[in-house]
């Protein structure tokens, strides 16, 4: 059974997880990874969610202020191993719901277009494609999305 906790970016399960997603960032990212890693600093989070499968991180994600009413989606990263359970749509979820209890309103993020994975899901999830925001308008390599919870 899956268990999460909600945590900040000091809790070392999430800083592990984070380490193992740059990494496959790198290789997806190729050439554009440094510029997206610029804006994925994981140092000073302050809503993190950790999932686990008895003792072992298996998955993360967090949020943070974007915009008035509106928190943005950083880090989301299922381990291989655990992927294909639902692991990723249950952090979602506890994401919309941290949100929600923060009295906002909407979550947006970004994800590459080279992240078929990440687009199924945000799209299973409800989230729509908008507009590239911020540092990614104009990145032909990013895709936005949004959703109002």
Same mark, same amino acid.
């Given at each position: 059974m899956i268990q999460l906790?909600?945590?900040?970016?000091?809790?070392?399960?999430?800083?592990?997880?984070? $380490?193992?997603?740059?990494r496959y *960032?790198?290789?997806?990212? /190729?050439? &554009?990874?440094?510029?997206?890693a610029q804006y994925n600093k994981s140092d000073?989070?302050?809503?993190?969610?950790v999932a686990f499968d008895g003792e072992q991180a298996i998955g993360c994600?967090? $949020?943070?202020? @974007?915009a008035d009413s509106v928190m943005?989606?950083?880090?989301? @990263?299922?381990?291989?191993?655990a992927r294909g359970k639902g692991v990723a749509s249950i952090i979602l979820q506890? *994401? &919309?719901?941290?949100?929600? &209890? *923060?009295?906002?309103q909407k979550c947006l993020l970004e994800? /590459?277009?080279?992240?078929? &994975?990440? $687009?199924?899901?945000?799209?299973?999830?409800g989230y729509q494609?908008?507009?590239?925001?911020g540092q990614y308008q104009g990145m032909a390599n990013s895709v936005c999305f949004e959703k109002s919870v």
């Open positions: 906790i909600r945590t900040d970016s000091q809790d070392p399960h999430f800083q592990n997880l984070v $380490i193992e997603l740059d *960032l790198a290789t997806t990212d /190729g050439d &554009e990874h440094a510029f997206y000073s989070l302050k809503y993190v969610v994600g967090a $949020i943070k202020p @974007y943005e989606v950083k880090r989301m @990263y299922v381990a291989p191993v506890e *994401l &919309e719901t941290w949100t929600r &209890e *923060l009295a906002q994800t /590459g277009v080279k992240q078929l &994975e990440a $687009i199924r899901l945000y799209q299973k999830n494609v908008v507009p590239n925001y």
